[in-house]
């Protein structure tokens, strides 16, 4: 693999946007098909930089037009021992999934949150960023359910049945110490490629057309993100599966 200085691998960046659309590497659609697809014309694998000390950089690529939020970094929440999801939230706040009896056994249970500290979810979870306890606590409130949802109303119903409407116990956290060590290392410095896309004849096409190079994480910008939700903390488990926890954030932001 040929090694790029960092102006050395703006000049590959910018010789890759003047050709236009380019086709991808993946299936129309792939979420991480703008990162993947720019990596293999690039010549590099799996997000490894081609410059000195790559391991200090970080490539995300992501769709103009996309909705979708950019993964940070995924972290189980604490206490790590008591496996928090798989013990806790999917057993007795999951619900069964929609697949359950098709492509998954009949008891397959399903917990995904896409969880800020600015609202709660319409089934009563939040986020609190606690600076005197130093923790990001993730909380359920069953005063803030949409009991309204005839749906959500009987899902309230079995959790009171299971556990009760108490609040979480053990009570799922994020200390800032190891948050802050473990994003700021992953994410420390980062390559952000806003990509253009088309589709034809089922087949997606890129055209990299704007980079941005963002140095110096600032842990306490994120947690102002976090207060105002921009940072999202995103649960997607299922009974056969923990997809992970992620901290994700809004492109433009």
């Not at 930089?49 to 995300?60: F, G, S």
């Not at 929440?77 to 056994?105: D, E, F, M, N």
């Not at 990001?136 to 005063?143: E, P, S, T, V």
């Amino acid at each position: 693999m040929q090694l790029f200085s960092k102006d050395e691998l703006l000049k590959e960046l910018q010789k890759i946007s003047v050709k236009g659309f380019v086709k991808s590497v993946k299936k129309a659609g792939n979420d991480g098909a703008v990162g993947n697809t720019l990596e293999r014309l690039l010549g590099i694998t799996e997000n490894n930089l081609p410059i000195p000390n790559a391991v200090d950089w970080e490539l995300k690529g992501q769709r103009e037009s996309t909705n979708s939020l950019i993964t940070l970094k995924h972290i189980e929440p604490s206490p790590t021992g008591a496996k928090i999801v798989s013990s806790l939230l999917l057993p007795y706040y999951g619900w069964k999934h929609k697949q359950a009896g098709l492509k998954y056994p009949d008891g397959e249970m399903s917990f995904r949150s896409t969880t800020s500290a600015n609202k709660f979810t319409n089934r009563g979870f939040t986020l609190n960023v606690d600076r005197n306890e130093q923790k990001i606590k993730f909380i359920f409130d069953h005063n803030q359910v949409d009991i309204a949802n005839p749906e959500i109303k009987n899902w309230l119903d079995s959790v009171n049945q299971r556990i009760g409407l108490n609040p979480l116990e053990p009570e799922p956290y994020w200390g800032f110490k190891d948050l802050e060590y473990a994003i700021g290392e992953k994410i420390k410095n980062c390559f952000y490629v806003i990509a253009q896309n088309k589709k034809e004849n089922n087949q997606e096409y890129f055209w990299y057309k704007q980079l941005y190079i963002l140095s110096s994480f600032c842990f306490a910008k994120f947690l102002d993100c976090l207060d105002s939700g921009l940072v999202l903390i995103d649960f997607d488990a299922r009974t056969g599966h923990n997809h992970g926890t992620k901290f994700r954030i809004r492109q433009k932001s």
